[in-house]
């Protein structure tokens, strides 16, 4: 079953390190005013505070955090982010956080499979970090090598990358989706007690669902959807879940942005899952 969130609570934070990680992605190191805890799938609202904060906070999953430390891992995509990645070591950042349903805890005799897609991979790194343990299998999949985050994944998570380029010698990475690669690779039998844990771009959520119901497997998927306030008020991130026969919306900062793969109508059929009652695998 899930566990408890815990509490929510506004924070102000110091840049200790905003860099790049890779071609794509930097990783923004913040040391808090109080101490933060998290669990892995939930996200914090952030903006730059004074008269600099933008018109609305920006989302982002929580890559990693322990005591004051917070880090986060993002992708220049517009003025927020752009903004982001000009800030220097010890500039300030307001903090709202953690919000948002997060992935459940593993269960006894199961066995993880994570797949986390270009800024899809904060969630499921986060979730490895704290509860992984030697049965479960880790893929990552990105555009090529030189998104890739090589040195933060180490050798232990499958990689695979839709251009070959920009591989580093010594390195492999398989060419193709990252859920073909899981399916190749995650060694697992149809009986075994697999849970698939997703974060990424639609396709690969839908593949994860696809590839969870040909195993027999549950899956949980965090979605990546525009936010505007984090906690559900402004419903400017609704999206359509199961709900005895019928269809409700459901925010996904509050409600989610973890959901039961079985309940999101826009992943397929769910009539071959097993369990699609709810509750942890």
């Known amino acids: 079953m899930k566990p408890s969130r815990p509490a929510t609570r506004s924070a102000l934070g110091r840049v200790t390190a905003n860099a ?80 948002g349903e ?12 994570l797949l986390g897609g270009g800024v899809g991979l904060p969630p499921v790194f986060a979730w490895r970090e704290r509860w992984g343990g030697p049965r479960d299998r880790a893929f990552f999949g990105a555009r090529d090598g030189g998104e890739v985050p090589w040195e933060m994944l180490g050798n232990s998570w499958g990689i695979s990358v839709d251009r070959a380029e920009g591989v580093p010698p010594g390195r492999g990475a398989f060419t193709g989706v990252v859920t073909a690669l899981a399916a ?61 026969n019928g269809i409700r919306n459901a925010t996904c900062c509050f409600e989610g942005p973890v959901f039961d793969a079985a309940n999101l109508p826009d992943l397929g059929d769910p009539s071959v899952l097993p369990g699609t009652a709810g509750g942890a695998a």
């Open 102 to 113: 997060p992935f459940p805890a593993p269960v006894e005799g199961s066995t993880a499979v």
């Open 20 to 99: 790049l990680v890779s071609s794509a992605f930097l990783r923004l190191d913040l040391e808090l005013d109080q101490p933060f805890t998290f669990l892995p799938g939930q996200f914090v609202m952030v903006n730059e505070p004074g008269p600099r904060s933008w018109t609305f906070s920006r989302p982002f999953s929580i890559l990693a955090g322990a005591g004051t430390s917070l880090s986060l891992l993002y992708r220049v995509v517009g003025r927020g982010t752009a903004a982001m990645a000009s800030l220097p070591r010890g500039a300030a950042m307001q903090v709202l956080g953690p919000l």
């Open 184 to 244: 190749a690779e995650a060694g697992l039998a149809p009986g075994d007690n697999g849970v698939v844990y997703a974060c990424g771009p639609a396709p690969l959520l839908k593949a994860a669902a696809r590839l969870a119901r040909a195993q027999g497997w549950r899956c949980w998927v965090s979605l990546e959807e525009h936010m505007g306030c984090g906690y559900g008020v402004c419903k400017g991130c609704v999206v359509p879940v199961r709900e005895g």
